[in-house]
């Protein structure tokens, strides 16, 4: 058998390197930090095949590994359609008997291309490193909850999964069923979990009657296609569980969610479209917090918990987190359905928000160690979990700093949830807070 391996490239760089070619001997050591984005085997021919491979931003590294038996020809094309060039100093590449891999550092985002001729069998691997993870998936199984390597269904069963995506860079997204050549088998039914928490998706999986992997298809917030698979090819097998056996899943449709469809849907995301802070004052006048107000409008009817956080814009080494804010009180006009108390905000109750109206949120804000005893209605400092050695210096010098800053805000499960910065419109200085706090005689917490 022989071994023969050609890549393309265009000379015409403007750096005059040569390629850098690694001999090594492991192949596709594998990154647990990496994503897969191709993962295929087939047969190669003469007449070229072509394999897409979207990009999203964010990307820090983009590897395409192909093994084979016989002969291969294999062209990279970056998202301009033109072949790569080897020699530039972000791109390495790593050669072996069987084996060939290309590494790019801060590739370009958009429409790649992996380009295989040649004969004999191969397997490719393209993986990305960056922002945007699909990842964790758990299946409710009978009685328990099984990962996605030990998922052994049944043909004909239907399951339902969870599973976890980076909601801070997706847009839009959709979920199938992929055979071990990459070729479609059918679209999975899915649903946002929690309008609150855009990162979390329930999936309905009917499973199909050869072996599977899971596919998660979507645009990121820049616009950009995404494409994610998940390693594991389950293979169905037939079911010998009876009623009583963990896992059991006859296939009947009972309780399945109505509201989950199949096909590309947008991340849903209230919606912010007014606020202001300004300073929280204590019933004696004096500065003690933030108090944020803010509008929000939400595009369907469903449970939400837009409970705001707040933290300094600026986080040096060894923060020990006192200076984040905590939600102390809060006031929503109108009243949402399911929350009886207005004050319920600050432990973070859901309620059914609906389309087509404004609420108005006003909230109390204060320093995370300050905290309300409700037996005697009184305030105390909480700094016990800050007398541990090299802490407790930390925290003295982050509540006596008289440096002034503006804060952080992110609100959950809508457009102020960490995806583009949203600051407090005024500085702050928190050992304002801490002296007003000690001018009023608020005593440690015992």
């Known amino acids: 058998m022989k071994f023969h391996v050609v890549i393309r490239i265009v000379v015409g760089s403007l750096f005059s390197l040569l390629p850098l070619i690694i001999v090594c001997p492991v192949f596709g050591q594998e990154d647990p930090n990496a994503q897969y984005v191709v993962l295929q085997s087939g047969t190669l021919a003469e007449e070229p095949i072509e394999i897409d491979v979207p990009v999203e931003a964010g990307v820090l590294r983009l590897q395409f590994s192909v093994k084979y038996t016989d002969r291969l020809e294999m062209t990279v094309i970056n998202p301009i359609g033109r072949p790569l060039v080897l020699s530039e100093p ?10 060939r891999t290309v590494l790019v550092w801060d590739p370009r985002p958009g429409p790649w291309k ?5 004969s004999g069998a191969y397997t490719a691997q393209v993986t990305v490193q960056g922002e945007l993870y699909i990842c964790c998936m758990q299946f409710f199984e009978g009685r328990g909850i099984s990962s996605l390597e030990r998922f052994q269904p049944a043909p004909g069963t239907t399951h339902r999964a969870q599973i976890y995506a980076s909601g801070y860079s997706i847009d839009r997204l959709a979920f199938s069923l992929i055979d071990e050549y990459d070729r479609p088998i059918k679209d999975l039914r899915f649903r946002q979990s929690d309008y609150s928490n855009p990162y979390n998706f329930a999936i309905l999986i009917e499973v199909p009657d050869r072996p599977f992997r899971i596919l998660a298809t979507g645009t990121d917030q820049n616009g950009r296609r995404f494409r994610r698979v998940m390693k594991w090819l389950v293979a169905p097998q037939a079911s010998t569980a009876t009623e009583n056996s963990p896992g059991y899943n006859p296939g009947s449709q009972a309780g399945i969610d109505l509201t989950a469809v199949a096909g590309e849907q947008q991340i849903i995301r209230a919606e912010v479209v007014d606020r202001e802070d300004r300073p929280l004052l204590s019933d004696k ?15 369907a009817e469903g449970q939400y918990a837009p409970l705001p956080q707040l933290y300094p814009e600026r986080i040096g080494y060894g923060y020990t987190g006192a200076l984040t804010l905590r939600v102390q009180n809060g006031g929503i006009d109108p009243l949402p359905e399911g929350l009886s108390d207005p004050g319920q905000i600050a432990f973070g109750a859901r309620a059914t928000y609906k389309p087509g ?21 009184s305030y105390c400092l909480q700094k016990s979990p800050y007398q541990q050695p090299g802490i407790r210096e930390k925290f003295e010098r982050e509540i006596e700093s008289t440096a002034k800053f503006r804060y952080r805000i992110s609100i959950a499960g809508s457009n102020l949830d ?9 500085a702050y200085q928190p050992s304002l807070w801490h002296r007003n706090f000690v001018a009023e005689r608020i005593p440690d917490c015992r």
């Not at 006048?285 to 409008?297: A, D, E, V």
């Not at 960490?418 to 005024?426: E, F, K, N, V, Y």
């Open 285 to 299: 006048g004096n500065q003690i917090g933030i108090r944020l107000t803010f509008s929000m409008k939400f595009p």
């Open 418 to 426: 960490g995806r583009q910065p949203a600051l407090t419109d005024s």
């Open 357 to 377: 109206t404004l609420y108005r949120f006003t909230v109390d804000l204060v320093p995370i160690y300050l905290t309300y005893n409700q037996q005697t209605a």
């Open 114 to 118: 992996l380009r295989l001729s040649g």
């Open 90 to 99: 972000n791109i390495v590449v790593t050669e072996q008997r069987e084996a």
